[in-house]
């Protein structure tokens, strides 16, 4: 057993990791056509139906479109280092294994952390966003819910027409449905595909129609000016040119300046809060060691679903804006308030059922994901064991699957939706800067490695990925509340690693993570050196 600070740095070689795969527990009947509807089902939700609304109301106005073109261009970078890191390490656990075989076993449990707090808070904001169109819709149907049971404590409870009706206690439709989607995902991954295949076509149809309905509504001179002015105003005699702009931007962010609102700024820190839309595209990836054929499957699902939601997200804005004056446009139900514009109550009714399946599928997916992440890691010896217990007729790990769904649940329950989505979106951001960084290390430690897919004009792209992500992380770490909350989060895990992880880990003992039982058997060399035949 390695010892001492070395413990940290230890790395599974590639074809370690490779190996694990092979003799992985869990089911392989996932397609690249199941794969792109898995990340379609997770990127199109909460994004689009319900944070849109607070981005361009709150910080970019009509520049909303621009915010998710910048937002759509880093998660291309990411996408393609996601890809290639897929395609050559099909593994359940995403961006940890991927962590583990490039900077060690210290790096792999941050990377770890960082997706825990990415998917089960996820799941959780997605969860807060179908319970106000469920409310909405319940309305339409005459059943009104209290407004103690519409929100986390202390959130301000307003009806229809804005007025404010109460103060939160719980969100008990939140609570529920989270509670639904983790029975659902014990039952298998199948099974929740079938599922989630039939969703993901019933919101991407709603999606689509919003755009053509729409369309007819549009007013374009409300999308002038595209970038609203900056309030309050800058002092005379500055310098306004784009450029000028953009570095004042960029320092604020950097700085943690909030002082002003809308202009260049605003569209910059309103890409940060709407990166929460994206997400679905990195959760294909969790999804590798139940890939049919990792190698073409995992890029076409990554990149398809990346490019078809980006295409859709920035259509639906320019629509969205058109009809509703941007101003008032932060309600829990943007889209819903758009077509009630277009006095279509008919329309209105699907988009509120459309939304509510779209989301439903989002919570799926994110829940997925990180249960997949919880059964890596315990299998690696860094958690108990019993979060790697797989069910015998299911063939999921149920164990971890309750675990992480209660957590979620309270989550939901509990916590407001800025909250939680500010969180998720930190924690994401932290993991993709690292996956570009994997990139660039494995293409210097093993440029030998297979790579099915290799991520195109190399290094800019996940350079360029990195500091992008660092960028928006520097401008949501700027409210105090986040980054405290953030900063404990990690302190507390690192301590459980340094106090139970590297105590256990089957890495350190010198412990392969697979068998032809997938039981742990001795590694046929010294921990922390290549097996034979790997340089």
Known sequence: MANGIARIFLRKSVSQIQAEHEHGELKRSLGAINLVLLGIGCIIGTGIFVLTGRASAQ?????????????????AFVALCYAELAAALPVSGSAYSYTYASMGEGAAWVMGLLLVLEYGLAASTVSVGWSGYFVSLMHDFGVNIPASLQAAPGVIVKDHDGAVIGTGV??????????????????GVTESATVNNIVVAIKVTVVIAFIVIGFKFVDTSMWTPLVP????????????????????????????????????????????VIFFAYLGFEAVSTAGAEAKNPGKDMPIGILGALT????????????????????????????????????????????????????????????????????????DGLMPAVFAKVHPRFKTPYVNTLVVG??????????S??????????????????????????????????????????????????????????????TPNT????????????????????????????????????EPHELPHKVGEPPQGQG
């Open 59 to 75: 910080f970019a106005g009509p520049g909303i479109m621009i915010s998710f073109v910048i937002t759509g261009t880093l998660c």
């Open 170 to 187: 719980m969100n008990l439709p939140a609570f529920i449905v989270i509670g639904l989607v983790t029975l659902l995902l014990i039952r």
């Open 229 to 272: 002015a900056e309030i309050p105003a800058r002092p005379a005699g500055t310098d306004m040119s784009l450029l000028a702009q953009i570095g004042r931007a960029l320092g604020d962010v950097i700085t943690g300046n909030a002082d002003y609102k809308y202009g260049i700024g605003g569209v910059i820190h309103a890409a940060a």
């Open 308 to 379: 078809i939601c980006t295409i859709l997200y920035i259509l639906t804005c320019g629509v969205l804006v058109g009809i509703v004056p941007y101003a008032q446009l932060d309600v829990p139900a943007p889209i819903a308030l758009a077509a009630d514009k277009m006095h279509l109550p008919w329309f209105a009714f699907a988009v509120k059922v459309g939304a509510i399946a779209g989301l439903s599928s989002v919570m799926l997916v994110l829940l997925y994901g990180q249960t997949r992440v919880f059964y890596t890691i315990s299998r």
């Open 406 to 415: 209660l957590l979620a649940m309270l989550a939901a329950g509990f916590l």
């Open 417 to 478: 939706l800025d909250h939680l989505a500010d969180l998720s979106n930190v924690g994401s951001l932290a993991a993709f800067a690292l996956v570009c960084i994997t990139v660039i290390y494995l293409r210097r430690t093993d440029p030998g490695l297979a790579r099915p897919f290799r991520t195109p004009f190399y290094p800019v792209v996940p350079v360029l990925g990195a500091v992008m992500c660092l960028i928006l992380l520097m401008s949501l770490m700027s």
């Open 483 to 518: 980054r405290n909350f953030f900063l404990i989060y990690l302190v507390i895990g690192i301590v459980v690693y340094f106090a139970y992880g590297i105590r256990s880990s089957n890495l350190g003992k010198g412990i392969l993570v697979a068998g032809s039982e997938g």
